[in-house]
């Protein structure tokens, strides 16, 4: 096409010389009355324009044209580099949350089968390979061109290896930052830098103004449930980081001896803290709500269950660091006033 386009230029530019020879001898015989060669410069004058919005018009279409990402791309990865070496264009997510981020990054139509823990966007299409105990021959028969996940045993990440399959891991994140990298790099793997980008921007942005929109909040203390055997989060993790940035104080955070970010509480514990709030992030998986709180023995003498400060969640938006965290921020936001 562009060389069509030069071979048109040329022969525009080349018409137009013989024109001007041809005119130029004729302009000699009958230069006297001067009409004859107004008309020839005026001719000369609307070809050279038409030749001009013509280079314009393709230069512009040029411009327009969406620019691909050079591959092969180098990544660094949290198992070391990885080459991808073509666009891939058969992607198979093992990650609710890399699942969540294509489809966002613009990077969906590459996608061409999830785990069947991705549940959102709704058209992700779910396979029947299990995010939890994934099968090497049930991924190798998909014969994907780049697998992403959050963890895969070594015996199916060196299978994946022995066929040349690139596998792309990315660890649950610990904060925020690690969310925006993580964004930013599957828009490098997939040749969506531009729109990673640009959803990193917008979240950044959304999240200031929900911090703002919380920096009037009185001090109060909480307690985020995962399950419930009471395994809750520290501030040490992207969910923790999330209430930090609100101003609430974890009552996680002291029993938390291991350092794992996920410490399991005892119920004694938790009644003897007396939180303020109670989020709970297992009302889908493990059907608790306000009301089931406060049937629970002794629970309903708490401050939070006394005082209706018991916020349900959505599991899926409160465990996944995509860019729906954005969501789970302005959930827990919209809680705080309406409690306020």
Request: proline residues 4%; negative net charge.
């Amino acid at each position: 096409m562009k060389i069509f386009k030069k071979l048109f230029t040329l022969a525009i530019v080349a018409f137009l010389i013989s024109v001007a020879a041809s005119c130029s001898s004729s302009e000699t015989q009958i230069n006297a009355s001067g009409e004859k060669a107004d008309a020839t410069s005026s001719s000369q004058m609307e070809e050279s324009a038409e030749a001009e919005e013509s280079t314009e018009a393709e230069e512009s279409a040029k411009a327009e044209e969406p620019v691909a990402e050079a591959f092969p791309v180098t990544l660094q990865t949290a198992m070391g580099e990885l080459t991808l070496e073509t666009q891939p264009v058969k992607i198979l997510s093992l990650s609710p949350t890399a699942t969540e981020i294509l489809f966002a990054i613009g990077a969906g139509s590459q996608v061409f089968a999830v785990d069947d823990q991705s549940n959102y966007p709704p058209e992700a299409p779910i396979s029947d390979i299990s995010g939890w105990s994934p099968n090497l021959e049930a991924i190798l028969a998909l014969e994907p061109d780049l697998v992403v996940h959050s963890y895969l045993p070594e015996d199916i990440e060196q299978g994946l290896a022995n066929v040349g399959i690139p596998s792309l891991t990315q660890f649950s994140a610990m904060t925020l930052e690690d969310t925006y990298q993580q964004i930013q790099q599957l828009g490098q793997a997939t040749g969506n830098s531009e729109e990673a980008e640009t959803v990193v921007i917008e979240m950044r942005q959304k999240i200031d103004e929900l911090i703002a929109r919380a920096s009037g909040f009185a001090p109060s203390t909480f307690y985020h449930e995962l399950d419930q055997t009471y395994y809750s989060v520290t501030s040490t993790t992207f969910i923790g980081q999330v209430y930090a940035l609100i101003g609430l104080a974890n009552i996680a955070d002291a029993a938390d001896e291991a350092g794992s970010g996920y410490p399991q509480l005892s119920e004694e514990y938790i009644l003897s803290q007396n939180p303020d709030l109670i989020f709970l992030a297992d009302t889908k998986c493990c059907g608790q709500s306000a009301e089931t709180v406060a049937e629970r023995n002794g629970w309903g003498a708490l401050t939070a269950v006394s005082e209706g400060r018991v916020i349900e969640l959505d599991d899926d938006i409160a465990s996944r660091w995509g860019p729906r965290v954005v969501d789970f921020f302005e959930a827990v936001v919209i809680a705080m006033e309406q409690i306020e």
